[in-house]
């Protein structure tokens, strides 16, 4: 027998609150041979890529090229090339073997940007809130240049980007850094620049997370009074290759900037709409608020831009086994990071045979017993879509 065909995908995301209906999962019991299979390799954007015994699953763009020895050579990579890819072995009697592996894609790390609410506080009266600001998914925090030990007053939010201590107290004083990185690239990091902002709220944009296509607002909170006008740029800072628009009371003004696209209109309370957007859209912003006295403030937030959920597939090395006497390893192939496991439709409790790769896309149970039998799903999710595989029934002789 061989592998069904699988699900794959390039994209980066799910269909949102939708579960797609998949064919029940036909595994093919390989021999004591091991499995046929593609290495998972992750690059650099812009670099070529050899897929080891890996031949193309996608439509010919004219960058790849398929070896003797069956890798698959892609030339100038892109994040579109990421994703799920498909080998098939041609043996000499015109069967076939499938492989399958996963190709990571990333970009070069960017330099993030530490804020914080106040560098000047009284100790057990006041709180403080830092935020780092990034695109990417991986964050660590230092505490004078060494990894921060968090105390029983220290919170982190759950994407790691906010740290809040309250209260603070003496030991607390020094230099906080975040640490941002991917898989494959060097990681950058940047000493806090303290703002140390009026008694009032800070000025800023609500982070808000949608999916491609959408039509979504970006919007200010703790406004300042007085205001003339706003002025809106994409990433950090007022650079005028990055200013997209400047709307001012006055209806006569309105002037777009090089990062205007078409799609962005700067509404009177100041909140940004920007039509149908893309991956491309996601990323950090910076609203200036003008005040009538030609003072300004400045306000930073995020926009998180995902690709709905696709149907991730699950495979095992078997789904008959012996009691005590053999293993069954699961993998959930996805391009998402997000993977949590099922067990009878319910969340998988983890037990002392059982082991979780580290980025939970494999599941090893060894030995196996009885009460292993029943229904494996993977679950994969993005912040705004989720999606399941079909289930694996695993079935426990004795």
């Known amino acids: 027998m ?5 699900s794959a995908s390039r994209g980066l995301v799910p269909w949102m609150g939708l579960l797609m209906a998949v064919f029940l999962l036909t595994l093919w019991i390989p021999p004591t041979t091991a499995q046929f299979e593609t290495v998972m390799t992750s690059v650099l954007e812009g670099q070529d890529v050899t897929l080891r015994q890996y031949i193309k699953g996608r439509k010919y763009t004219g960058r790849e090229t398929v070896k003797f020895d069956g890798s698959l050579v892609i030339r100038n990579i892109t994040v579109w090339d990421l994703g799920i890819y498909t080998a098939v072995a041609v043996i000499d ?3 076939i073997v499938k492989g399958f592996g996963r190709l990571n894609v990333y970009r070069p790390v960017s330099v993030p940007t530490l804020l914080a609410s106040n560098t000047t506080v009284t100790e057990n009266e006041d709180a403080v809130v830092m935020t780092c600001y990034t695109d990417e998914i991986f964050i660590n925090w230092l505490f004078n240049a060494t990894t921060l030990q968090l105390k029983e007053r220290m919170k982190l939010s759950e994407d790691n980007t906010t740290l809040t201590i309250d209260p603070v107290r003496r030991e607390d004083a020094g230099n906080y850094q975040c640490k941002v990185s991917n898989p494959i690239n060097s990681t950058e990091i ?11 709220a800070q000025f800023e944009i609500v982070m808000t997370s949608a999916l491609e296509g959408q039509d979504v607002t970006l919007r200010t909170q703790n406004r300042p009074p007085d205001v003339t006008g706003f002025i809106w740029y994409r990433g950090l800072g007022q650079n005028y290759t990055n200013l997209i628009s400047y709307k001012s009371w006055d209806p006569r003004i309105y002037i777009t900037g090089p990062a205007y696209t078409g799609r962005e ?5 100041g909140s940004l709409v920007i039509r149908n957007i893309t991956v491309w859209d996601l990323g950090i912003y910076t609203a200036v608020a003008v005040i009538d006295d030609s003072k300004i ?5 995020r926009l998180n831009v995902y690709r709905p959920v696709s149907v991730p597939t699950l495979l095992a090395s078997n789904t008959t086994v012996t009691e005590n006497e053999d293993a069954v390893v699961m993998t959930c192939y996805t391009d998402e990071i997000s993977i949590k496991w099922l067990f009878n439709a319910t969340s998988l409790q983890l037990g002392r045979r059982m082991k979780l790769s580290e980025d939970n896309t494999t599941l090893t149970i060894d030995p196996v017993r009885r009460e292993d039998a029943g229904n494996y799903q993977c679950k994969v999710s993005n912040p705004v879509s989720y999606s399941e595989s079909a289930p694996v029934e695993l079935y426990v002789k004795y």
């Open 2 to 6: 061989e592998f069904p065909a699988a």
């Open 93 to 95: 009697d015109s069967k």
């Open 190 to 200: 940047f000493l806090l620049n303290f703002w140390i902002p009026p008694t009032t």
């Open 265 to 269: 209109t700067v509404k009177f309370d």
């Open 297 to 301: 403030v400045k306000g930073f937030g």
